[in-house]
C-alpha cells in the first residue's frame, strides 16, 4: 500500500532538509545568526517533534529520550552539533515511519489517544502541522547556511528577475 499522500509531502520536506545540509561541517552547523537557531538545534527540535508525535504519543514508546530537555519547544537556545541531531534524527524518523506507514484517509481524521484520552486535534491536523514545520525551519536553515550579506548581489537579488528599482 503506498502512503498517503500527506505522508508523502513529510517525506519529501525531509528530504529537501537533508539536502540543504549537504556539506555543512559540525563547525559550521555551530553558528547562530543573532536569535536564530544553530543548525544542530533545528534538527534537533524537528526530530522532537516527530518524536513526540508520531513515536511517544501515537505509538508510546521514546525513540530520543532526553532529547525534549535539550531542543523540545520553549526550551533555552543551545548549539548541538549537526552530526549528533542528525543521528538522533535518522533514528526517530525510522520510528515515525512505522506509525506513518499505517495512516489512511479516515485515520487522519480521528485524534490519537494519549494516556487513555484523546488529544484535542486530529492526527491530519498533526500531520499538516509537522510538514509546515519542517519547512518554516527549513528557511530559517538556509539563512544561517546563506546569510544576505554573504550573497554575491546581496539581499535585493533574491528572486530571479527583480531588479531594484524595476517593475
Given at each position: 500500500?503506498?502512503?498517503?499522500?500527506?505522508?508523502?509531502?513529510?517525506?519529501?520536506?525531509?528530504?529537501?532538509?537533508?539536502?540543504?545540509?549537504?556539506?555543512?561541517?559540525?563547525?559550521?552547523?555551530?553558528?547562530?545568526?543573532?536569535?536564530?537557531?544553530?543548525?544542530?538545534?533545528?534538527?534537533?527540535?524537528?526530530?522532537?517533534?516527530?518524536?513526540?508525535y508520531w513515536?511517544?504519543?501515537?505509538?508510546?514508546?521514546?525513540?530520543?529520550?532526553g532529547l525534549?530537555?535539550?531542543?523540545?519547544?520553549?526550551?533555552?537556545?543551545?548549539?548541538?552539533?549537526?552530526?549528533?541531531?542528525?543521528?538522533?534524527?535518522?533514528?526517530?524518523?525510522?520510528?515515525?515511519?512505522?506509525?506513518?506507514?499505517?495512516?489512511?484517509?479516515?485515520?487522519?481524521?480521528?485524534?490519537?489517544?494519549?494516556?487513555?484520552?484523546?488529544?484535542?486535534?486530529?492526527?491530519?491536523?498533526?500531520?499538516?502541522?509537522?510538514?509546515?514545520?519542517?519547512?518554516?525551519?527549513?528557511?530559517?536553515?538556509?539563512?544561517?547556511?546563506?546569510?544576505?550579506?554573504?550573497?554575491?548581489?546581496?539581499?535585493?537579488?533574491?528572486?530571479?528577475?527583480?531588479?531594484?528599482?524595476?517593475?
Amino acid at each position: 500500500m503506498s502512503p498517503h499522500p500527506l505522508v508523502s509531502q513529510l517525506r519529501f520536506a525531509r528530504v529537501e532538509m537533508l539536502r540543504a545540509l549537504e556539506g555543512v561541517s559540525d563547525e559550521d552547523s555551530l553558528r547562530r545568526l543573532g536569535p536564530m537557531n544553530s543548525l544542530g538545534w533545528i534538527v534537533g527540535h524537528l526530530a522532537d517533534q516527530e518524536n513526540l508525535y508520531w513515536v511517544v504519543i501515537a505509538q508510546g514508546k521514546n525513540a530520543a529520550p532526553g532529547l525534549r530537555e535539550r531542543v523540545g519547544h520553549g526550551k533555552p537556545s543551545s548549539t548541538p552539533p549537526l552530526s549528533e541531531m542528525l543521528a538522533t534524527w535518522k533514528i526517530v524518523t525510522r520510528e515515525a515511519d512505522q506509525f506513518l506507514d499505517t495512516l489512511t484517509p479516515h485515520s487522519l481524521h480521528r485524534p490519537l489517544e494519549w494516556r487513555g484520552k484523546p488529544v484535542e486535534e486530529t492526527a491530519g491536523t498533526w500531520l499538516l502541522r509537522n510538514i509546515y514545520h519542517y519547512w518554516y525551519h527549513l528557511g530559517e536553515s538556509q539563512s544561517t547556511i546563506n546569510p544576505p550579506d554573504a550573497r554575491p548581489y546581496g539581499p535585493a537579488r533574491v528572486y530571479r528577475g527583480y531588479e531594484p528599482g524595476g517593475v
